[in-house]
Nanobody
Framework: QVQLVESGGGLVQAGGSLRLSCAAS????????MRWYRQAPGKQRELVAT???????NYADSVKGRFTVSRDNAKSTVYLQMNSLQPEDTAVYYC??????????WGQGTQVTVSS
């Protein structure tokens, strides 16, 4: 039984900040590469940020310098700190945990809406 539960989404004005959380259970969290994706209406799901099992991070160009991904292995939780939010950041944000092809899991998503 694997579960990824995202939280922290909401409505924020342009220039504001939000912190998303994804709490994982049923996996050996420290062995998983964790990713945040987002999907806006009518658009494909896009990769936003990655943090590997060893803590190495990568970001999409569109969020680089504004978003920070981190993890707390003791809490089995990955975070996405989002600063300087723009209307283009409006999307459903999804958490993904990957260990191997047969152990690849998704949360249900949390809505982020940025108003101008």
């Amino acid at each position: 039984q694997v579960q990824l539960v995202e939280s922290g989404g909401g409505l924020v004005q342009a220039g504001g900040s939000l912190r998303l959380s994804c709490a994982a259970s049923g996996i050996i969290f420290k062995l998983n590469r964790m990713r945040w994706y987002r999907q806006a209406p009518g658009k494909q799901r896009e990769l936003v940020a990655t943090i590997t099992s060893s803590g190495i991070t990568n970001y999409a160009d569109s969020v680089k310098g504004r978003f920070t991904v981190s993890r707390d292995n003791a809490k089995s939780t990955v975070y996405l700190q989002m600063n300087s939010l723009q209307p283009e950041d409006t999307a459903v944000y999804y958490c993904n945990a990957y260990r191997n092809y047969d152990n690849n899991y998704w949360g249900q998503g949390t809505q982020v809406t940025v108003s101008s």
